[in-house]
């Protein structure tokens, strides 16, 4: 046929510096990178030849269809677009596999993992799929491949399917035969009405998803060569030391010689009893669990050969918190994997702009975590053990070995818990991982794990009790406003905070103390405030207590100021909400323990002295429950709190297990894989819409910017919201940019939107503007308060819990 391009001369992306990328070594490369992963040491597959054999013709084959006339016109740039390859390469190789095991009469031993790598070939550029999505059967334009170019290197590569005919006549024919070859395979997984172990299935999951990692990987590795980083044993003796240099250059702080103390008597734990997967690391708040985390997993590294550190946050200001930490402790880079985190840097040397759906080295460096320490949010680690899309599992690349630190769980919602737990002991299982949970408020393992987990604990410390617990009666926005004011301190330098329930609580006691008190001693934090203007507000009020400023400071929040945000305060007004709620924000209450004692009062808030909010919030019976254990003492101390909290979580799930949510994992393995692909850490009540604000910041605001925004935006010259935006509307100037520009661009832009109740979003900027842009811009400078963001429109009706 004219046009038909000689297989030997097919490429498999564009031309470069190097030479031509030929198609054939391409998909050699791939096969031999899918064999040696699954053949390694680490692998469970190791000495399984005939699967790791089939696992090789499914990288062989996966990107075959590139070979199509009109593809090979698309990628020299002579086409706009070329036909998606994925569906043939995986029609492709359900013939050719299945004819490999019929002949090795393995079909019936190997017919799952052949229908699991025919799904996987077919989404290797996209979401991950139901299985009994077909659309693959009868996929490719044989017809515009050299066919016969095609046959002769796969006999060349496969000999043993020398008898098998290759051509155009027979895999039409194929299309008839794999029906039955396809429902024979995916009766196997039906599980019937037999009870099922829901920890078994997931093992045989995660197994899956291995495979699919081991393909895609493969393929794009094979584009951008991409290495694993990890601390070998100098590395963590040199860490060790370094930690330890880092605490006693801040043993300034009177916690100081407690936090050494708690140290200490964790490691001593672990290194009695170090042989668990999963570990609970039980501190109270301000004990120092970072730290301590930091030195339990050098201690693994050098005693057991862990190689990386892996960081969990629920959020944001949590992870670049730590961040910082971590880099300052350890004296390393750190990566950050979530939505505001650049790409790092390729050292002299530029970007290329690359063929569509492959990834630049920075990306590729992010994405696959190969960086010794990362840091990254729930969010992104749910998609390593739930993937979504195919790229999704290049976090799973080089996980393994790797000591897993999951900061505050307690904020999973409750219902996503037992799932994210039995996907995460088959996730260690696989890849050899060590976990530990660091929190206060330690939620309930008993259903979602197959064993308790070790515990490493502290108590308090009897002579250290930095906080008391009152309780006081109704009060409304007035009476919590006048509570905070009538406090009459003796320090020269006070700061109190008061936490309610929802963004128009906040504002309304914010704006009682606005009539009495202005900035700079006033501050309002919450959760419809763009990142930028919440991050810079955070840490104003760090620095005024680091430098022990003069005066009275007042806090006013959402819930935002409960978890991983190092802030302490003198007395602390926490509207009545749940306990794990409160104990964390009794956390923010005294940090640094002054010698006296802060206060944490609750109250029961009542919105203009009527409407109780907390009941829109949190579940009535977990209300009660709090209720019933804090009314036990009208006064507490910080040990006699904490100990509160087991028995909550104990009564919580003895009323409801949670366990509902694990029949996701039944659906997940009969095929339909989205209901864990979906997965997702928090529960959302209503819908949200993004919505960009060009926020004016003052020089002094300014001074306040992280350090990487300042660079991204010199290096990008872009130096204000506006000149940012503009560039995000210039369709003509986006097509230009390199894929890693368009990334940092969207990083930029992120550090300005917030994302708002839908019907919020369309009164501020109307529906027609998101037919326009996904993102929409808030012309109106009045609607986003230099102070107080969008807290206003909370009050017109448009309430959020954060």
Not at 575 to 597: E, K, T
Not at 619 to 624: D, G, H, N
Not at 747 to 768: E, R, T
Request: hydrophobic content about 40%; glycine content about 6%.
């Amino acid at each position: 046929m004219s046009g038909l391009i000689p297989f030997d001369q097919c490429v498999a992306r564009p031309e470069a510096k190097d030479g031509k990328h030929w198609l054939k070594d391409h998909l050699l490369g791939v096969k031999e990178a899918i064999e040696q992963r699954l053949d390694s040491d680490n692998s469970l597959y190791k000495n399984d030849t005939m699967f790791i054999r089939l696992a090789g013709l499914a990288g062989f084959c996966h990107d075959m269809a590139k070979a199509h006339q009109h593809w090979q016109k698309y990628i020299k740039g002579k086409r706009k677009n070329g036909p998606n390859h994925a569906p043939a390469g995986a029609f492709l190789f359900s013939y050719l596999g299945f004819h490999l095991l019929e002949k090795a009469k393995k079909w019936p031993e190997y017919a799952v993992h052949w229908l699991w790598m025919t799904r996987d070939i077919a989404d290797h550029h996209g979401a991950l799929k139901h299985l009994e999505e077909k659309r693959w059967i009868g996929a490719g334009d044989w017809d515009k491949m050299d066919l016969s170019g095609i046959a002769a290197f796969i006999r060349q590569i496969y000999p043993e399917l020398c008898h098998v005919h290759i051509t155009a006549d027979a895999l039409n024919q194929w299309i008839d035969e794999v029906e039955g070859v396809f429902e024979e395979a995916y009766d196997l997984l039906d599980l019937g009405y037999s009870p099922v172990a829901y920890g078994e299935l997931m093992e045989r999951l995660c197994f899956w998803r291995e495979i699919t990692t081991a393909l895609i990987a493969g393929d794009r590795f094979h584009v951008t060569p991409t290495e694993r980083s990890g601390f070998d044993q100098k590395n963590h003796i040199r860490n060790d030391r370094t930690i330890d240099d880092f605490c006693r250059d801040n043993n300034d702080q009177a916690m100081s010689e407690i936090r050494n103390w708690a140290q200490k008597q964790i490691l001593s734990q672990l290194s009695k009893n170090s042989v668990h997967r999963v570990y609970t690391l039980e501190m109270p708040t301000g004990y120092g669990k970072t730290i301590t985390a930091l030195k339990i997993a050098t201690w693994l590294g050098r005693e057991q050969g862990y190689e990386k550190v892996i960081y969990v946050a629920p959020y944001l200001s949590i992870l670049e918190q730590t961040s910082d930490v971590l880099e300052k402790a350890m004296n390393v880079s750190v990566l950050e994997h979530h939505s505001l985190a650049l790409l790092p840097q390729k050292q002299n040397s530029e970007e290329e702009e690359q063929e569509e759906g492959t990834l630049s080295s920075g990306q590729l460096i992010m994405e696959a975590w190969a960086n010794p320490v990362v840091c990254t949010s729930f969010q992104q680690w749910s998609k390593a053990l739930f993937p979504g899309k195919a790229q999704d599992t290049l976090r799973r690349a080089f996980l393994h070995n790797s000591v897993v630190i999951i900061d505050e769980p307690q904020i999973f919602a409750p219902e996503s818990w037992n799932v994210f737990l039995t996907g995460l002991e088959s996730l260690a299982k696989v890849y050899n991982l060590r976990i530990f949970f660091l929190s206060a408020t330690m939620p309930p393992f008993d259903y979602g794990l197959s064993e308790q987990p070790a515990c490493l604990a502290v108590k308090p410390v009897k002579q250290v009790e930095r906080y008391l617990v009152e309780q006081k009666s109704e009060m409304d926005e007035e009476g919590v406003a006048g509570l905070l004011l009538d406090k009459m301190p003796e320090q020269e330098s006070f700061c109190q905070a008061a936490i309610l329930n929802t963004i128009a609580d906040a504002y309304l006691v914010y704006k009682k103390l606005a009539m009495h008190v202005r900035p700079p001693y006033l501050k309002l934090l919450h959760g419809m405030m763009i990142p930028l203007h919440k991050r810079v507000e955070i840490e104003k009020i760090k620095r005024f207590q680091a430098e022990k400023k003069k005066g009275r400071l007042y806090v006013v929040s959402t819930q935002i100021l409960e978890a991983g945000v190092d802030l302490s305060f003198d007395h602390m007004i926490r509207a009545l909400s749940i306990l794990p709620s409160i104990v964390q924000a009794a956390g923010r209450v005294n940090r640094h323990f002054s010698g006296l004692y802060g206060t944490l009062t609750l109250i029961l808030f009542l919105r203009g002295g009527e409407k109780n909010t907390r009941s829109a919030i949190y579940p009535l019976s977990l209300q009660k429950l709090t209720d019933d254990l804090l009314q036990r003492k009208e006064i507490c101390l910080e040990s006699e709190l904490l100990g509160l909290i087991k028995e909550y979580y104990r009564k919580m799930f003895a009323c409801n297990s949670y366990e509902a949510g694990k029949q996701d994992i039944r659906d997940a393995y009969e095929g339909n894989w989205s209901k864990l692909g979906e997965f997702k850490p928090f529960s959302e009540d209503y819908y949200k819409l993004p919505i960009f604000v060009p926020w004016q910041a003052t020089e002094e605001d300014k001074a306040y910017f992280p350090d990487r925004f300042i660079k991204l935006q010199k290096r990008l010259r872009l130096d204000s919201p506006e000149s940012i935006y503009a560039c995000y509307e210039d369709r003509d100037y986006y097509a230009r940019l390199s894929f890693q520009a368009r990334k940092e661009l969207m990083i930029l832009m992120n550090h300005y939107v917030v994302n708002v109740p839908a019907k919020l979003a369309f009164s501020l900027v109307g529906q027609d503007a998101y037919l326009k842009n996904r993102i929409p811009c808030l012309f109106s400078k009045s609607d986003y308060d230099p102070v107080a963001g969008l807290a206003k429109r909370s009050v017109d009706g448009f309430d959020s819990i954060i």
